[in-house]
């Protein structure tokens, strides 16, 4: 499938050798338990290094040897280059078990309007009341206020380039996304998927210029993708600026095949950065085989159930769970280490090869 190439995408040939050089990648889209969102996560007053400490130890146990980590742009904004010492001593405890990073930029999902300081508590019973956008809605409306987030891109991208803890750049998560199901109301509606466009194409060329190493990517996540032609131009753009394709699916195996079928005749290394949802059918047993078989990159939702309580599902936005749900929806282990799932821990480690 021949597919335009622009601003300095990498060769298929280059993404190949990249691939060849890098292990099976499986991990988690990653949170610490204490924190309810990215800058909670990462802030001066909130930053929990012990808890990191602890939580990528059981993470090593299960022979996780990536994480997918949300960076928010308020951090560079407010805190500048002090940021990037709490970005050393994270990458440097994951480096300690053996653990590289994908590191998200920008996000288009969940709460429009974020400020930097203190977080929200959070409405119990209810999936990542928490979360927020990276940028604001506010900045997405201002073409003006957009650019002038040019060097936090190079500022953070310049400085890990050469990083080998470092393993992918995701530029966009899920980008146009209006959160329909949450915040809908305060967010730009169906026009989010044109209004995302030119900044997200701004954000890949802005890391480009930073000449990193490593590759970049946006995960493909909405629209058709059966063809090329049959894409939309938001998803068309990810495809044709993104050196390794990822994706998102939270669909049965069935599906989960279809999306990697559907990806195949790109010609580059598949990253699957979200899947794992277990009231839709996206189970470890049925999934990870799979993902390990075709030789793409597996990252699920959650991994320790903490303050984003991510194991309440999608609906609990219109009706909030009283209690834990007797089937969680994300996360793998409990607050104290101990999983959900026995039999979900033992598939991982036996693919794994912790077993």
Known sequence: MPIPSRNGQWSIEKASRWAKATPWLIGCNYLPRTAIN????????????????????WAAGLGFNSLRVFLHDLLWQVEGREHLARLERFLGIAAGYGIGVMFVLFDSCWHPFPHYGLQPLGEPGVHNPGWVQSPSVAVLREPARFDALESYVTGIVSHFRDDP????????????????????????????????????????????????????TSGIWTGDWSSYDAMNPLTRAQAELS???????????????????????????????????????????????????????????????GKSQTCYGWDSWQNPCPSEPLLWFHDILRPDGQPYSQQEVACIRKLTGRE
């Not at 996560?41 to 012990?50: G, I, M, R």
């Not at 996304?177 to 305060?186: D, K, L």
């Not at 979200?274 to 990159?297: C, D, H, W």
């Open 38 to 57: 990215q800058l909670e996560c990462f802030q001066a007053d909130t930053f929990d290094p012990d808890t990191i400490e602890q939580e990528l130890s």
């Open 165 to 216: 803890r470092v393993q992918v750049w995701d530029i966009w998560n899920e980008p146009g996304n209006y959160n329909i199901n949450s915040y809908a109301p305060r967010d730009l509606g169906p026009e989010k998927m044109q209004v995302v466009l030119g900044p997200m194409e701004k954000a890949f060329a802005w890391a480009r210029s930073a000449r990193p190493s490593q590759p970049l």
């Open 243 to 305: 050196d390794v394709i990822s994706f998102h699916c939270y669909n049965p195996a069935d599906g989960m095949r279809g999306c990697i079928n559907a990806l195949r005749p790109f010609g580059r290394p598949l990253l699957c950065t979200e899947y794992m949802a277990r009231g839709t059918g996206s189970r470890f047993e049925t999934i990870l085989p799979l993902l390990k078989e075709q030789n793409v990159g597996a990252y699920n939702w959650g991994f320790v159930a």
